[in-house]
């Protein structure tokens, strides 16, 4: 039987198991649209493009499948460029798909082209323009593929109008054929015992987990190897609940605004294993003051960062769940040694209680994760507020921090949870947020309501963009510019005029009471901080500075 | 330092903007670049030479096999391979000088594909220390258009960089 092209699509989706589409339709995208009416697939319509890449990325994040989301040619296209963007920097696997005008007319700039192929190119793990209906099942398959295997990332799909009229018979392939794309899985057998041997005689290791943990599943193999070596831990913002925050071995988060105790762990260790991380910037500070006095083992599925940042000693490329498992066997028992002992006190050191008369956010966000039991699942924006949140909010679970690592993309977090609470509807999913991240997608509430997700939200109020106004501070010698709002709206009558309970609160001894009716309510809900602009995220490592080096650390 | 790679890829429209793409992007530099279908009309080879240190060629190798459209990447060492390049040169040529441009064109086993009252087109084939000892020698006559298609390089011997098929 012939089917179109656009038929054929939604066919090979549902064949590939997707059960939710996040998107926006459009005139180059009819035909699918009108498709996606016979299927079993659901859509769900956000209020911009951009709220739908996030939105499949955030259900990717959490449940481990490939997120899909779709748009029309031209500015639907574009729209989705920051998601698809965000997805990549963080190797997020998500399918997008996208209209584009009929093939005759290609690149005549008529009304509402844009090649977006050409544009997504350096922030895709690959893409197609699709130039035949009869490509269409294998370009879907091998985009899945391409999408969830080795290191995962987003790939973009442009379907011309007029293919997607295209009658075809439909066959979907049974195998995969990519010449140029082989993802390696097995980590060399010599390299695994070279790493193991390394372990057996350092005297001051540390496990640097990224987010290739969460990635690959590979938290239980973390903790065995960690356990059974009695080796510290700290994570990357990317390796957030890698490794349980609540685990005496955790040493905290290492970075810019790492914690103090990771930070120093990582400084004077003599053996780091990187596992699943890739020595980004703001993770590393000044490349050389990283580690000063250690070996690096450096396991990662990508090959291309095994020497990109840092200089490794035993590099090791595969799937950080298996070199794990296989490594464990060779790695010594060992008990808790003066290592141990040191690093514990370095975390007696940095975590201090807070008394404060004025309403703190990392009062807030430690309240939170009390009354959750770091067990619920956290989206950030981008901020101050994402800062806090990873570092006080005490992650238990993998794949339950949801937040944009590499790109830093503000108006990433409440598009997140959208796509997180549908792929897991019965867990909690909280945004935290700031009141500038929060302006820039703020309109995806009603994607939220429409659907019935119960997404909270806590909004850090500060009038402003704290986190540039810490950058000012610093480096700028005060001379505040545009951190400002002078106007902000009632986001409590904002969010009410959604039909989301919303509450604000702006004293510390309201917090509790605050939190518990955010926890008890069964559908979204709002709590507004009112905090202050000049409290600063510390520690903070300065531009150039060894990780070492903190200021409030 | 300057290095050959081989690069075989689909051959697919769109591949060699992702590749010029990525050297843009990675900040690295290329030499030279010339692209040709090989035996196989599915696959294109691609010969570039990089300009940059070890580190540099090491980024260049891996993020090129990260694309999916390359199949594979070669570093081509200078002592086991041959690498030629063709240029086209038009000189100036007045009557007086052109016995002299046939000499030395002769010298070099270059041909004269084309001849006008006032000039001369050069076709010389070879590798670069040839190629710029050639350019020299014409450069006092008058060099009007130049124009190289990029070195080309395969392996001495049996030696060759072909894509290994499994089913
Ligand atoms: C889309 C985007 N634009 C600009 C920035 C630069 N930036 C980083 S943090 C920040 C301020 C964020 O303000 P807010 O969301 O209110 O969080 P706060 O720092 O106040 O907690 C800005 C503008 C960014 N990360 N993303």
Redesign the pocket.
């Known amino acids: 039987m012939l089917i179109t092209g656009a038929q054929a699509l939604i066919k090979s989706l549902e064949l590939e198991k997707v059960e939710i589409i996040f998107g926006y339709p459009g005139g180059a995208i009819l035909p699918v649209y009108d498709s996606l009416n016979h299927s079993e697939i659901k859509h769900i319509l956000t209020r911009s493009e951009q709220g739908a890449a996030h939105a499949a990325s955030g259900y990717a994040r959490v449940s481990g499948k490939v997120g899909v989301c779709m748009a029309t040619s031209g500015p639907g296209a574009t729209n989705l460029v920051?998601g698809i963007a965000t997805a990549y920097m963080d190797s997020i696997p998500i399918v997008a798909i996208t209209g584009q005008v009929s093939t005759a007319v290609i690149g005549r700039d008529v009304f509402q082209e844009v090649d977006i192929t050409g544009a997504t190119a350096p922030f895709t793990k690959h893409n197609y323009l699709i130039k035949k209906a009869e490509d269409i099942p294998r370009i879907i398959k091998e985009a899945f593929f391409i999408a969830s295997t080795g290191r995962p990332g987003p790939v973009l799909i442009d379907l011309p109008k007029d293919i997607a009229d295209t009658k075809i018979e439909f066959e979907y392939p049974k195998k995969i054929t990519l010449r140029g794309y082989k993802p390696n899985i097995i980590g060399h057998p010599l390299q695994i015992s070279r790493a193991a041997e390394a372990i057996n005689k350092a005297k001051r290791p540390v496990i640097c987990a990224g987010g290739g943990i969460n990635t690959a599943g590979a938290e239980k193999e973390l903790k065995k190897l960690a356990e059974k070596a009695h080796i510290p831990v700290v994570t990357t913002l990317m390796g957030t609940g890698a490794f349980s925050a609540k685990h005496s071995l955790y040493m905290g988060m290492i970075g810019m605004h790492g914690i103090s105790s990771a930070n120093k762990t990582v400084s004077v260790s003599d053996l780091i294993i990187a596992v699943g991380a890739r020595f980004g910037d703001r993770a590393t500070g000044k490349v050389e003051g990283f580690g000063p006095k250690a070996k690096i083992i450096h396991i990662d599925i990508d090959p291309a960062e095994i020497g990109k940042n840092v200089q490794v000693h035993i590099p090791i490329v595969g799937d950080v769940k298996q070199i794990l498992d296989e490594m464990i066997k060779s790695v010594e028992l060992k008990g808790s040694t003066d290592w141990n002992k040191y690093t514990d006190g370095l975390k007696e050191e940095c975590f201090d209680d807070i008394n404060d008369s004025y309403l703190n956010?990392v009062e807030v966000i430690r309240c939170l994760s009390n009354k959750t039991k770091g067990e619920v699942i956290i989206t950030t924006?981008?901020?101050?507020?994402?800062m806090?949140a990873a570092q006080h909010y005490e992650f238990t679970k993998p794949r339950t921090f949801i937040s944009s690592g590499g790109l830093?993309?503000?108006?990433y977090g409440l598009p997140a949870a959208i796509g997180a609470q549908i792929a897991q509807e019965d867990n909690m999913v909280i945004n935290i947020?700031?009141?500038?991240?929060?302006q820039?997608n703020l309109t995806e509430m009603a994607t939220a309501i429409e659907n019935n997700l119960p997404v909270k939200i806590v909004l850090?109020n500060?009038r402003?963009?704290?986190?540039?106004?810490?950058l000012q501070e610093f480096y700028c010698e005060k001379r505040y510019n545009q951190?400002h709002f002078s106007f902000v709206p009632d986001f409590v009558k904002l969010t009410e005029s959604y039909g989301i309970k919303a509450v604000r609160i702006k004293k510390p001894e309201e917090i509790p009471k605050a939190i518990d009716s955010l926890i008890s309510e069964k559908g979204p809900f709002l709590l507004e901080c009112m905090v202050d602009?000049d409290k600063n995220?510390y520690p903070m490592v300065l531009n150039g500075s060894s990780i070492n080096d903190m200021i409030g650390g | 330092m300057k290095t050959t790679l081989s690069v075989l890829v689909e051959n697919h429209p769109g591949v060699l903007s992702r590749i010029a793409g990525l050297f843009s992007r990675r900040g690295f530099n290329i030499d030279s670049l010339a692209v040709g279908t090989t035996e196989n009309p599915d696959i294109s080879r691609m010969t570039i030479v990089v300009e940059g240190d070890e580190y540099v060629v090491e980024q260049v190798k891996k993020q090129l096999n990260k694309l999916v459209d390359v199949i594979k990447v070669s570093k081509i060492s200078p002592e086991d391979s041959v690498t030629r390049e063709l240029i086209l040169i038009k000189v100036d040529a007045e009557p007086q000088v052109r016995s002299e441009i046939i000499h030395i064109s002769e010298i070099f086993r270059a041909n004269i594909v084309d001849v006008s009252r006032k000039s001369m087109t050069i076709e010389l084939t070879g590798d670069k220390d040839k190629i710029s000892a050639f350019e020299e020698l014409l450069k006092p006559f008058g060099i009007k258009e130049l124009v190289r298609t990029g070195v080309i390089a395969v392996n001495r011997g049996t030696n060759t960089i072909k894509i290994e098929e499994e089913d």
């Open positions: 920051t956010p924006e981008v901020g101050c507020h994402q806090w830093g993309t503000m108006g947020c700031g009141d500038g991240s929060f820039m850090f500060n402003g963009l704290g986190l540039v106004r810490q951190v602009i995220v």
